[in-house]
T-cell receptor, first 112, second 114 residues
Framework: RKEVEQDPGPFNVPEGATVAFNCTYSNSASQSFFWYRQDCRKEPKLLMSVYSSGNEDGRFTAQLNRASQYISLLIRDSKLSDSATYLC?????????????FGSGTQLTVLP | GAGVSQSPSNKVTEKGKDVELRCDPISGHTALYWYRQRLGQGLEFLIYFQGNSAPDKSGLPSDRFSAERTGESVSTLTIQRTQQEDSAVYLCASSLLTNTGELFFGEGSRLTVL
């Protein structure tokens, strides 16, 4: 099993919809996780950092389910500009963030 | 600029040639990472530098790949005797702290090996 697995999508949703992505992980020692977004042919950029069970920032909510070993990203009232690939990222097992494991990403397209 | 700067942005080379990619991290960032991203794929860790500590080279795919960093500044990634499977975007990232996942990426160097 890969350390971090994501549904590649694509997710095609209408503007204004609520969409959620899941990311499963195999390293149960992870205490924190991160969501990055990557626009087409651009570099990844940090979207959210989560150091506890969850975090909310405007239309975005990230949650951690330790029992089932998955993290989720919920986007409410989606905008056209939300179209991107969303990468979940976990630190390596030692707890150091010196090496981060990136998921392959979930592609989201918000349609007008 | 204030961000991570990478050069060249695009490089086309012939199989068997050596290439050198450069990364200028954000000033003051002690940690520097190199990743590789093949078309439609996720990020593949290559190497990590932290200050004057020995680099973590565990992600380098073969001995054709090497990287150096001078202190806490510029880093170069060298690929010798390039192969077609080396074609990818090579992303450099830096971070201020080593205990967070907050990396700042450059725009990448797109390498095409013919």
């Amino acid at each position: 099993r890969k350390e971090v697995e994501q549904d590649p999508g694509p997710f095609n949703v209408p503007e204004g919809a609520t969409v959620a992505f899941n990311c499963t992980y195999s390293n149960s020692a992870s205490q924190s996780f991160f969501w990055y977004r990557q626009d087409c042919r651009k570099e990844p950029k940090l979207l959210m950092s989560v150091y506890s069970s969850g975090n909310e920032d405007g239309r975005f909510t990230a949650q951690l389910n330790r029992a089932s070993q998955y993290i989720s990203l919920l986007i409410r009232d989606s905008k056209l500009s939300d179209s991107a690939t969303y990468l979940c990222v976990l630190p390596e097992a030692s707890g150091s963030a010196r090496q981060l494991t990136f998921g392959s990403g979930t592609q989201l397209t918000v349609l007008p | 600029g204030a961000g991570v700067s990478q050069s060249p942005s695009n490089k086309v080379t012939e199989k068997g040639k050596d290439v050198e990619l450069r990364c200028d991290p954000i000033s003051g960032h002690t940690a520097l990472y190199w990743y590789r991203q093949r078309l439609g794929q996720g990020l593949e860790f290559l190497i990590y530098f932290q200050g004057n500590s020995a680099p973590d080279k565990s992600g380098l795919p073969s001995d054709r790949f090497s990287a150096e960093r001078t202190g806490e500044s510029v880093s170069t990634l060298t690929i010798q005797r390039t192969q077609q499977e080396d074609s990818a975007v090579y992303l450099c990232a830096s971070s201020l702290l080593t205990n967070t996942g907050e990396l700042f990426f450059g725009e990448g160097s797109r390498l095409t090996v013919l």
